[in-house]
C-alpha cells in the first residue's frame, strides 16, 4: 500500500474536527467558490484515500488519519502494525483493528451529502436537454449524407452500436449522437475539439491538419519536435530546420518511445524487487522487535516472580512469628485470667468470713490465711511481661542494594577486557594454572572466556591453540556466595610440553559482543623433577556427598611444613561442562567441606598445591555425584 503514499495531501480527520466557531467565521469570509469546484474539494475531503470512493465504516489511526474499515484498514493491518498511506507513520495497535475507534459523526456527514448529491443530479437530468441544443443543429445539417453511413459509434455497447455522426479530430474517435452530447458539451476542453463527418480512418490516421494553413500534415521538423505542413516549411518559423517525412519521424519516435518503455519496464520490476525485499525487510525487522520485546517481558517476569517469592516468604515467616507470639501472649492471659478469678472469689469469700461468728471464724482462719498468702504471691508473679515486638530481632530488611541494582539496569552491553592475574598464576611440568581477576566492573555480564595461547615454535609459525571456558550465572559475583570462596575464575590448561615457553592472552564474551584481548602473559613449564612441591592426593573412599554440598578427604594440607610456605587450594565445577573453576582455600585439616552444590549432579574435584615462587602440583580427579535432595 505503500504506493499511494505521496498523492494524498489531505487529512480526512478534518473534515470532523473544523467544528468550532471560527470555523464557520472563516468560510464566511472566504470568497465564494464555483459549485463544481466546490463539490470537488467536498468528493476530496469524504474520499478514502487508499479506495478514492466515500468512507464506508470509517475508523481513525493513532495518528488521526481515517480510513474505510473494510478491506482498506484490514488490508494494511500486518502483526498489530498499520503504516498510514498518508503520513508513513508505523503505528502500533495493541487490540489490532477492532480497537481502533469508529467515526460516527463523519459517517452522518457521507450519509447527508449522498442525499444532496442525489437530490442535485435528479434536478441536471431534467436541465440536461438545455445543453444539447447547441449540438442538435450541427447533426440535423447533416443528416442526409449520414442516413447511408456504415460507420458505427466508438463508445456505445459493443452488442447494440449505433451509427456514428461525428468524428473527432482531436480525440480520433466517432461519436453517435447520445454519446457525443455525454462527452463534447459546452465545457472546456471539448468545445475546441474539432468536429467532421464521421471518418472510417479517424482512429489509425498518423496525420492531421495544420492549425495555420489547414492543410495535411505531412512533415516533421526535428528541430522544433513538431509536426508541419509544407507551406510551414517555407515560413520563417522553420526555415533551414531539418525535415523528414511525418510517417519517418512516427516510426523513429514510435521506435525510440518503445525503447525507454522497456527499459521503464525493467526499471520497475528493479523496483518492485527492491519494494517486496524492502516489506520483507520490514517485517523480518518487526518480528525481530517482537522477539526482543518477548525476551524483554519475560526476564522482567521472572524478576518480577523472583521478588514475588521474596515477599511470600518473608510475609510467610512473619506469620510464623505471629503465631508462637500470639500463643505465648495468649497463654498468659489465660494464665493470668485463672489467677485473677481465683484471687477475687477468695477476696469475697474471706469478706463474707469475717462477719461470721467468733467460732465459726477461728475454724476457717488458719486454713484461710495460708489462701490468702498463696493467693497474694500468684498475683504478684503474674505481672505485666512486654515482648520485644517493637524489634523483632533477625526479621530486618534492607533492600537498598537491590534496588541500586535494580537502578542501574540497562542493555547489556560488552564486557570489559579481562585480565590474568600473574602474581597468582603458576606451572608444572604439563600444565599452567591462569588466575583471571574479577571484572572491574560488577555489572559486567560474562558468558565465556576465550584463552588463545601458543608455544615459542608455534610463534614462529604464526599457529595458536583457543581453549574455550564457559561462565553461568552461578560463578558471576552477583551469583550465590560461597564460603572460602576467593571469587577469582582459575583455568587449567594442561597437555602441555615440558620446559617449553608459552604465551597466553584472554578475552570475554557474551550476547552483546567479545571484549578485546588481554596483555600476553609468558610463561614456561617445569623440568620434570624441578618441582618440589609435594603432589596432594585426594582420597576418593573417604569422601561423602550430600544434597548441597561435598565432603573431600585429604591430608595433604597437613602432611607440609609450615616452612615450605605451600599454599592448598580445592577446585571444583560440574563435571563435563567446560566451564571454570571455583576455588576454595585450604587450611590444616584433613576433611574439608564445599556448600552451596545443585543436589543430583557430578561435579570434578580437584587440589591444588604451589608455592611463592610459581610452582604447582595437581592432585588426582575425582568425580563425586551429590544426593537427591
Known sequence: MQEFGDAFLFSPVSVIATNGNHAFEHVRAAPAKSPVKAQMEVDSDLQCPICLELFSYPIILPCSH?????????????????????????????????????????????????????????????????????????????????????????????????????????????????????????????????????????????????????????LFCKDCGVPTCTLCKDSSLHKDHFMITIESAYTDIKASIDKNLQKLGVSQEKVTSSLQHQRDNLKEMQQKIDRKRSEINAQCDQLLAEIENKRSFFLADLEYEERIRQNE?????????????????????????????????????NTLSEKLVKATADCETAQFQPSDCDVLPGKLVDFRKERN?????????????????????????????????????????????????????????????????????????????????????????????????????????????????????????LLPGESVIPAPVIVESLCRPFATSVQIYSSSPQDVAAEQHISHFLLYRPRGQSRAWKTLSLYGRQDHRVFGLIASTDYEFVILGCNQRGECQVSNRVVIHTEQS
Open 66 to 218: 481515517v480510513l474505510c474499515r473494510s478491506p482498506c484498514a484490514e488490508h494494511l493491518f500486518d502483526f498489530n502494525f498499520i503504516r498510514c498511506p498518508v503520513c508513513r507513520d508505523n503505528c502500533y495497535v495493541s487490540g489490532g483493528i477492532g480497537s481502533l475507534p469508529r467515526v460516527i459523526a463523519l459517517e452522518n456527514i457521507i450519509e447527508r451529502y449522498k442525499a444532496d448529491r442525489t437530490s442535485r443530479e435528479n434536478t441536471n437530468d431534467r436541465n440536461k436537454s438545455a445543453d444539447s441544443s447547441f449540438l442538435d443543429a450541427s447533426l440535423s445539417s447533416q443528416s442526409d449524407v449520414e442516413k447511408d453511413s456504415s460507420i458505427l459509434c466508438n463508445l456505445c455497447n459493443s452488442v447494440s452500436k449505433k451509427k456514428a455522426k461525428k468524428s473527432c479530430l482531436d480525440c480520433n474517435v466517432s461519436y453517435c449522437s447520445n454519446c457525443l452530447l455525454l462527452t463534447h458539451q459546452k465545457k472546456d476542453p471539448f468545445n475546441t475539439h474539432e468536429l467532421v463527418s464521421p471518418r472510417d480512418d479517424v482512429s489509425h490516421s498518423v496525420t492531421g491538419l495544420c492549425s495555420k494553413h489547414s492543410d495535411q500534415l505531412s
Open 329 to 365: 501472649q495468649e497463654e498468659l492471659i489465660k494464665v493470668m485470667e485463672r489467677i485473677l478469678g481465683s484471687s477475687q472469689a477468695l477476696y469475697s469469700y474471706t469478706s463474707e468470713v469475717l462477719n461470721e461468728d467468733v467460732s465459726e471464724f477461728l475454724e476457717v482462719a
Open 405 to 525: 541494582v535494580i537502578r542501574e539496569m540497562n542493555y547489556l552491553l560488552a564486557p570489559e577486557t579481562p585480565s590474568i592475574d600473574v602474581t597468582r598464576c603458576s606451572r608444572s611440568e604439563d600444565t599452567v594454572v591462569l588466575v583471571l581477576s574479577p571484572p572491574r566492573n560488577l555489572h559486567d555480564v560474562i558468558d565465556q572466556y576465550e584463552i588463545h595461547y601458543c608455544s615459542e615454535e608455534q610463534k614462529s609459525l604464526e599457529i595458536e591453540d583457543t581453549l574455550i571456558v564457559k561462565n553461568v550465572q552461578e560463578d558471576r559475583l552477583l551469583g550465590k556466595i560461597v564460603p572460602n570462596c576467593s571469587g577469582v575464575v582459575v583455568v587449567l590448561v594442561e597437555n602441555l610440553c615440558k620446559s617449553t615457553t608459552y604465551y597466553f592472552c584472554v578475552s570475554a564474551s557474551n550476547q552483546s559482543g567479545r571484549s578485546a584481548n588481554s596483555e600476553v602473559v609468558q610463561c614456561t613449564t
